[in-house]
């Protein structure tokens, strides 16, 4: 049997698993089971993907009747976990794990090893505090003593669950030393290499997204491209596709911001679509998180949006088919924004749709938040739940329900002050602004500027935050102008301005730029600062930016020429005024049915004006 049993571990090894497992059935069948051979048919069905019978096996093996060596269990159950998280059997899978820790005790390296499990375990259940403290625990119990192997495991695992946590800085150590390690253990197995690096650039990348700074940009494209290479040598095209995707994403990100991008950009794209033609079937759920992130990135550029819904709508479909709620909440929400997009670059006809879709969202992630919130220890999935409320928050005031936007958004922010304690993080301020905005809108004006001042007394000189300051001073801007503080208003909309003209130039940052022009002139004529130069300054305006919306128009055009005609009008100018007001009629109907309000609305002004050009012609 000896000889028969090295067989079929060269065929294994050697990737020929159907005739590895044939020779291991064979073997079983004429001379019986040893717990060697029965690993190694563990490891070989693992290997064929054939989890349900791998899970049976496994399970067997680990009946308590079965008085194994301490070394071959925990080998079975490090093959095992695999099986139970592909078929997502948590809670038995949680109970054995328990079950041998309680009969371990004594051991500390088996008990680091079994928490080392149990981590990866929760990590995949998304309960990502819980998996923290499982492996901060295999650390203490015993790292020094931990094999190669295991200590790879360990730091891999705990660099992915920093990252959640969005603890980057440790979350790079920890690539960093599991790297070292996969140096030495991993040479001839290429995707654990791969792997290794890929999430490396993970932790860069994510760092990169939420600080908006780019130090780290050039390292996490080398290393996404290390990956890659190594990948592009073995046959698994979805791992192949979610590196690229990972990629792609960053270098979409940084297209704006870092120079000479574009022909790695292309290039990306071009192996993006090659791998896609040979996957574009599969159903599972490393699929549909490599096609989420090409969603993402594809949000970043000027794609069609045709190409973001299909592709979105088949993660949907996957999600939904596999009962992944929390993805299928998220990937909701993303169709969504695709569809505010659309809306905002002259798709009227989506409106309804998109409506309806944003309470469906709600309503998925209303259910995730009741789902997370079950889940036992409140700080697992605390960050997540921070940010569906901000998402909430933000649909809600799309609805014009601005008291249920205040609400969530004042949650998602006491979640993150909480999580954060007293580090002045960008998620957190960002939810305070946003909570600020929300006020404003549901008429909360005291509450509003001193949620609004406080943020931006926490965000000045804060790295990565000058987005969410510009947004802070806008709408300090905007509260002011509803107390008559003209003057305020003004310097807020300049700071406003100035932050948003350092920007690399994007759509939406030029409607911001436009916006903060539009309020600036409005303070400007109110208080009758620089009443004479308004009306020029915004036609100068409408010279620059006009012709940045040709190919995709945007409202804030119609905005802007309706604000000139508006200064127009006042100033008696009302034969100029006219015509400009027809011309934003024309503008907006890109964006509006006949009978939308604000059409309505300017059809009235227009009538109006009508008659009074008309009687002025009389008189004359």
Avoid at 442 to 452: D, G, P, R, S, Y
């Amino acid at each position: 049997m000896g000889f028969g049993l090295e067989r079929a571990d060269f065929l294994s090894r050697s990737g020929k698993i159907d005739e590895a497992l044939h020779v291991c059935e064979k073997i079983k069948s004429r001379k019986g089971d040893t717990i060697k051979l029965r690993i190694l048919f563990l490891r070989t069905l693992l290997k064929r993907n054939r989890y349900q019978e791998a899970y049976s096996e496994g399970e067997d093996l680990l009946r308590p009747s079965n008085s194994y060596r301490q070394e071959a269990r925990l080998t079975i159950i490090s093959l095992w976990i695999e099986a139970v998280i592909a078929l997502r059997r948590f809670h038995q899978g949680e109970e054995i794990l328990n079950r041998e820790l309680e009969n371990t005790s004594e051991d500390k390296l088996g008990a680091a090893k079994l928490m080392i499990y149990l981590g990866q375990l929760y990590l995949k259940r998304l309960l990502y505090q819980k998996a923290f403290e499982k492996f901060q625990m295999a650390e203490q119990l015993a790292a020094e003593n931990l094999p190669r192997d295991d200590l790879y495991n360990l730091h891999k695992s705990l660099a992915e669950v920093l990252i959640k946590l969005l603890d980057f800085d440790q979350a790079d150590r920890q690539s960093r030393l599991a790297i070292e390690i996969s140096k030495d253990i991993h040479v001839g197995n290429p995707t654990e290499f791969a792997l290794a690096y890929q999430q490396l650039a993970d932790a860069l990348s994510l760092k990169i997204f939420e600080t908006n700074n780019y130090e780290d940009f050039e390292e996490a494209c080398i290393l996404y491209k290390v990956s890659f290479d190594t990948l592009s040598k073995l046959e698994n095209e979805e791992l192949k596709f979610l590196c690229l995707v990972r990629s792609f994403k960053l270098v979409c990100k940084g297209r704006n911001v870092v120079p000479d991008m574009d022909a790695q950009f292309f290039n990306l794209t071009t192996n993006i679509s090659e791998t896609l033609k040979k996957i574009r079937n599969q159903e599972s759920v490393t699929f549909a998180d490599g096609l989420y992130i090409y969603v993402e990135a594809l949000s970043f550029t000027e794609s069609n949006f045709e190409e973001q819904l299909k592709e979105i709508d088949k993660t949907i479909n996957i999600y939904r088919n596999q009962q992944e709620q929390l993805r299928l909440a998220q990937s909701l929400e993303l169709k969504g924004q695709i569809l505010h997009s659309r809306i905002k670059q002259a798709k009227f006809n989506v409106m309804d749709e998109y409506s309806g879709l944003v309470e469906e969202i709600i309503q998925y992630y209303q259910d995730s938040i009741d789902q997370e919130i079950a889940l036992a220890e409140p700080k697992d999935g605390c960050l997540r739940i921070a940010s569906v409320y901000s998402r909430l928050g933000k649909f809600y005031a799309f609805l014009k329900d601005f008291g249920e936007s205040s609400s969530n958004f004042q949650r998602a922010y006491k979640i993150y002050s909480r999580f954060f304690q007293n580090k002045e993080n960008i998620r957190t301020l960002t939810a305070l602004v946003d909570l600020g905005v929300a006020q404003l809108g549901f008429n909360q004006l005291e509450k509003a500027v001193n949620n609004l001042r406080e943020a931006e007394r926490r965000l000045n000189g804060k790295k990565g935050g000058n987005e969410a300051l510009a947004l802070c001073y806008y709408n300090l801007g905007v509260a002011n102008v509803q107390t008559h503080h003209y003057e305020n208003a003004l310097k807020y909309y300049r700071e406003s301005l100035e932050l948003r003209k350092r920007f690399k130039e994007s759509p939406q940052n030029n409607v911001s730029i436009i916006q903060c022009h539009i309020g600036i002139a409005e303070c400007e004529r109110a208080d009758n600062l620089s009443r004479d130069h308004v009306i020029p300054h915004l036609e100068e305006v409408l010279r620059e930016f006009q012709p940045k919306f040709t190919e995709k128009p945007h409202r804030i055009i119609a905005d802007l020429k309706y604000s000139i005609a508006a200064f127009k009008y006042q100033d008696n100018r009302k034969s100029e005024a006219l015509p400009e007001f027809e011309e934003c009629r024309s503008l907006l109907l890109k964006f509006y049915p006949e009978n939308h309000p604000t059409i309505l609305e300017k059809d009235k002004i227009i009538k109006a004006l009508q008659g009074m050009v008309s009687s002025q012609l009389g008189k004359k």
